[in-house]
């Protein structure tokens, strides 16, 4: 089996910072893309940052300048650095992989269970 678990949420103040960690367990032969999205509630979860194994980074309008994605692969980790969070960034966070499992040699989305982040006075 595959696992992603994520840490690093909680609570902070309007214009403070987060890094959130998502580090995926299990056997795997290999990973491609790793990304960030959030759902706030009432809401539909929608894209944050993704971090392709190439290096390449995306980022949703409403993270650029103040997120930052990164991954380091030895660790088969992904980061999110999150600076100047505003009250509208409270959401759960929800990591998600695309991984080639050993046991079936064939590519599965795997998704964490989500922290929640929230920004408020």
């Known amino acids: 089996q595959v696992q992603l678990v994520e840490s690093g949420g909680g609570r902070v103040q309007p214009g403070g910072s987060l890094r959130l960690s998502c580090a995926a367990s299990g056997s795997i032969f290999s990973i491609t893309d790793m990304g960030w999205y959030r759902q706030a509630p009432g809401k539909e979860r929608e894209l944050v940052a993704t971090?392709?194994?190439?290096?390449?980074?995306y980022y949703a309008d409403s993270a650029k300048g103040r997120f930052t994605i990164s991954r380091n692969n030895a660790k088969n980790t992904v980061y999110l650095q999150m600076n100047s969070l505003k009250p509208e960034d409270t959401a759960v966070y929800y990591c998600?992989?695309?991984?080639?499992?050993?046991?079936?040699?064939?590519?599965?989305?795997?998704w964490g269970q989500g922290t929640l982040v929230t920004v408020s006075s």
């Open positions: 971090a392709t194994s190439g290096a390449n980074t």
């Open positions: 998600q992989s695309k991984v080639i499992p050993i046991a079936t040699m064939r590519l599965l989305e795997v």
